[in-house]
């Protein structure tokens, strides 16, 4: 499988850039997941990927050989690529077995070696039995798993899936996910995984690529972006993050000195001295009965998951409203301290510029 890299990839249809100066790279047997709200670019990149959208500028490369760039756009058939879509794509006139021979029966294979493979990548979606099925009569499951199979067939360099999941409920999302982690461990293949939803990227990638208004915010595996977001966007977007506006006065050795309203502590970061964000999850909050490190006024609660998750409206500070699991029920208006207990510092100026960043030697 093979490493694939884009540098500076641009593509725009007559107004702003669909996707604007995008660089990142991943090892071979990567999970990448592109991540971002619906318009981010995601879905453009991936079509470049796979050769039906042309960049108008930038490249990309699988190992080091272009397969888009100014002088260079290998078309799709040629870049050994799978391709697994929301709908399925499947032929309905044909059985399992049918719509898996289909594109071994272009690449040429003999019968014998046909054979061969159909075997192997039932065994691995486990769809063993159901090779004489047509379509209609699986489960979504089971077609997602198919049209996987289908691509895994003809050994491809790449395994693109365009928001596969989509068309499942919420029980069969959660089981293909599971496939999904199983058969990239068996195969080994290197993914790429187009959603919008953070959950399911979370759940089985292993690097995430998080975009927005064309351009790329921050790269890294996925307990990166939760634990060291880059930029306010990806601190608010990962796991319903929370900013607070500091002023930075001190940084060193990824420990920062930051002034929070009237407050002053220590917090990891790696901002310089300034006007910077403070970001955090709701795990890294508590109530306190004592002053705490802000003071906040309750702005309404609703009962879920055997607590009363609370909004609340910090005092003195220019902030959104923060959400908080709170034991009891309180009056609207009641205040209370909010004890800080964890986050990380960035500097207020980050734009989220594209990055141009390999994950290889984290991962060796």
Same mark, same amino acid.
């Given at each position: 499988?093979? &490493?694939?890299?884009?540098?500076?990839?641009?593509?725009?249809?007559?107004?702003?850039?669909?996707?604007?100066?995008?660089?990142?790279?991943?090892?071979?047997?990567?999970?990448?997941?592109?991540?971002?709200?619906?318009?981010?670019?995601?879905?453009?990149?991936?079509?470049?990927?796979?050769?039906?959208? %042309?960049?108008?500028?930038?490249?990309?490369?699988?190992?080091?050989?272009?397969?888009?760039?100014?002088?260079?756009?290998?078309?799709?058939?040629?870049?050994?690529?799978?391709?697994?879509?929301?709908?399925?794509?499947?032929?309905?006139?044909?059985?399992?077995?049918?719509?898996?021979?289909?594109g071994l029966k272009i690449?040429?294979?003999?019968?014998?070696?046909? /054979?061969?493979?159909?075997?192997?990548?039932?065994?691995?979606?486990?769809?063993?039995?159901?090779? +004489?099925?047509?379509?209609?009569?699986?489960?979504?499951?089971? &077609?997602? &798993?198919?049209? *996987?199979?289908?691509?895994?067939?003809?050994? #491809?360099? *790449?395994?693109?899936?365009?928001?596969?999941l989509a068309n499942l409920?919420?029980?069969?999302?959660?089981?293909?996910?599971?496939?999904?982690?199983?058969?990239?461990?068996?195969?080994? /293949?290197?993914?790429?995984?187009?959603?919008?939803?953070?959950?399911?990227?979370?759940?089985?990638?292993?690097?995430?690529?998080?975009?927005?208004?064309?351009?790329?915010?921050?790269?890294?595996?996925?307990?990166?972006?939760?634990?060291?977001?880059?930029?306010?966007?990806?601190?608010?977007?990962?796991?319903?993050?929370?900013?607070?506006?500091?002023?930075?006065?001190?940084?060193?050795?990824?420990?920062?000195?930051? &002034?929070?309203?009237?407050?002053?502590?220590?917090?990891?970061?790696?901002?310089?001295?300034?006007?910077?964000?403070?970001?955090?999850?709701?795990?890294?909050?508590?109530?306190?009965?004592?002053?705490?490190?802000?003071?906040?006024?309750?702005?309404?609660?609703?009962?879920?998951?055997?607590?009363?998750?609370?909004?609340?409206?910090?005092?003195?500070?220019?902030?959104?409203?923060?959400?908080?699991?709170?034991?009891?029920?309180?009056? #609207?208006?009641?205040?209370?301290?909010?004890?800080?207990?964890? +986050?990380?510092?960035?500097?207020?100026?980050?734009?989220?510029?594209?990055?141009? %960043?390999?994950?290889?030697?984290?991962?060796?």
């Amino acid at each position: 499988m093979p &490493r694939l890299a884009i540098r500076s990839l641009t593509r725009s249809f007559g107004g702003p850039p669909a996707v604007d100066d995008v660089s990142l790279a991943i090892p071979d047997g990567a999970f990448l997941a592109l991540l971002g709200p619906s318009g981010c670019g995601k879905t453009t990149l991936l079509r470049m990927i796979a050769g039906l959208e %042309r960049p108008d500028e930038g490249e990309i490369l699988f190992d080091d050989e272009v397969m888009a760039g100014p002088e260079r756009c290998v078309p799709p058939e040629r870049r050994r690529l799978g391709m697994v879509f929301q709908s399925y794509a499947l032929w309905p006139n044909m059985t399992v077995r049918g719509n898996i021979e289909f594109g071994l029966k272009i690449a040429g294979l003999s019968a014998e070696e046909r /054979a061969r493979r159909i075997a192997e990548v039932l065994e691995v979606v486990d769809l063993r039995g159901l090779d +004489g099925r047509r379509p209609h009569e699986l489960s979504g499951g089971q &077609r997602q &798993r198919v049209a *996987l199979a289908r691509s895994l067939a003809t050994h #491809p360099r *790449l395994i693109l899936l365009d928001e596969p999941l989509a068309n499942l409920d919420a029980h069969l999302r959660e089981a293909m996910l599971t496939e999904f982690r199983r058969i990239h461990s068996v195969t080994g /293949a290197t993914f790429v995984f187009v959603t919008h939803d953070q959950d399911e990227a979370m759940a089985v990638a292993t690097h995430v690529a998080v975009m927005n208004r064309g351009r790329l915010e921050q790269i890294g595996a996925p307990e990166e972006l939760y634990r060291r977001p880059e930029t306010e966007m990806v601190a608010r977007f990962i796991g319903r993050g929370r900013t607070l506006p500091v002023e930075v006065l001190a940084s060193r050795g990824g420990l920062c000195t930051i &002034r929070l309203g009237e407050t002053v502590l220590d917090m990891p970061g790696e901002a310089a001295a300034g006007p910077g964000w403070l970001c955090f999850h709701a795990s890294d909050l508590s109530a306190e009965t004592e002053r705490g490190h802000i003071q906040a006024e309750l702005v309404g609660q609703i009962f879920q998951n055997g607590a009363w998750l609370s909004r609340l409206s910090p005092l003195g500070i220019d902030a959104d409203v923060i959400g908080l699991p709170l034991a009891e029920r309180l009056e #609207p208006g009641a205040r209370l301290g909010i004890a800080i207990n964890g +986050g990380w510092v960035i500097a207020r100026a980050s734009t989220g510029a594209a990055l141009v %960043r390999s994950m290889q030697p984290e991962l060796a």
